[in-house]
């Protein structure tokens, strides 16, 4: 069993700044990539920001500049540092995880999975 746990999210004024979190725990093997999306009301989800094991980033657009993602291999976690917030920002954030975990059912002792956090709201008032 594999799950994530974001934390961090909360109400901020416009052009303030909040700092995610999402720790990973369970069987876990390898962790490949690490991500943020976000879905505001109404919308889809969408890519905020990835990040490989080997620390290749990857931003929307319209957060480049202004979010900062990181991971810490040995503790599981990415990181989401998110400055300058804009009411455009406000969403629920979710962060997933493509990785290899052990298994117990698989000819190999491992199965890839791609894991979802259960989301963690931000609210930007302006």
């Known amino acids: 069993q594999v799950q994530l746990v974001e934390s961090g999210g909360g109400l901020v004024q416009t052009g303030g700044s909040l700092r995610l979190s999402c720790a990973a725990s369970?069987?876990?093997?390898?962790?490949?990539?690490m991500g943020w999306y976000r879905q505001a009301p109404g919308k889809e989800r969408d890519l905020v920001a990835d990040?490989?094991?080997?620390?290749?980033?990857d931003y929307a657009d319209s957060v480049k500049g202004r979010f900062t993602i990181s991971r810490d291999n040995a503790k599981n976690t990415v990181y989401l540092q998110m400055n300058n917030l804009e009411p455009e920002d406000t969403a629920v954030y979710y962060c997933?995880?493509?990785?290899?975990?052990?298994?117990?059912?698989?000819?190999?002792?491992?199965?890839?999975?791609?894991?979802w956090g259960q989301g963690t709201l931000v609210t930007v008032s302006s």
């Open positions: 990040i490989s094991s080997d620390g290749t980033t």
């Open positions: 997933n995880a493509d990785l290899m975990a052990h298994s117990a059912d698989t000819a190999t002792g491992y199965r890839y999975l791609e894991v």
């Open positions: 369970g069987t876990i093997f390898s962790i490949n990539t």
